[in-house]
């Protein structure tokens, strides 16, 4: 069983500055991430598709994006508050983000069902690694118990470049919610190796750490202040070994309705390294 430590409670010990600063180039990450265009005129949208278990917070996360584009509360993305051990999103769907009525930003999300210890439960892992070369049709209902193949509907035989995963982001919960199975983190390194050889950049984002933190609860600017946060992310370093520079800690929208610029800042930090990774990736094709 993986899980991250001091499952009784947060320390709430600080480090005295920031082991990565987000606050102060805010401003300017936000401006990348409206601006941003990808070179590779073959697509119109950088994809990222996030995987992860069940409740790690994937369609909170994409709300949490999108009330930062807008300045306000967004719920676009279905979630489930309540965890009750199965995936609330079933079907592969692509989130695009409204500049205004007629415009879009230049990255969309796929949101996909959430892995799940049994293998007769949660999305398989042949399907994510269908999805990472374009094979599954958007809307998709993903259903454990079937495979999706060639001739089989919602299966897409001829993916073009944008259908593709230009960067795969793992999600991981901090909270004693939803413990990692051996088994799940299994599922994460065979996905990961799908991807790696495919090329496509790996990223992770640890989400809920306001309810892993009290000082993070208490002053989201303390997020990369937190010894107890930089402990869990030298863990799952370890563990999937993802590099420390590819994960972020982010705290969604909960239940904040209003936009705040210490929720946003470790967000937009982590969004441009995704736009950042998936550029290089597509102008290396």
Known sequence: MFYFTAMGGAPSALFEEPWREVSEKYKDNLKFVKSYQPQN??????RILLHGPVGAGKSSFINSVDTVLKGRSAGRAQTNTSYAGSSFSKQ???FKFHKNAEATYSFVFNDIMGFEEDSDCGVSV???KLALR?????GYKINPNQELKEGVDGYNSDPTLGDKVHVLVCVIPV???CLLSDKVVEKFKEVRLAASELG???LAIITKVDEACPEVKKDTSNIYKSKYLKEQ???FHQQLGLPMNCIFLVRNYNPEIESNDKINAAIVCALKQMLLYGEDYLNDL
């Open 92 to 94: 592969n769907r692509t």
């Open 41 to 46: 005129k073959q697509v119109e949208h950088l």
């Open 126 to 128: 042949e399907d994510v």
């Open 134 to 138: 374009g094979h599954v049709k958007e």
């Open 200 to 202: 496509i950049p790996q």
């Open 175 to 177: 909270d004693s919610e």
């Open 233 to 235: 992310v030298e863990i």
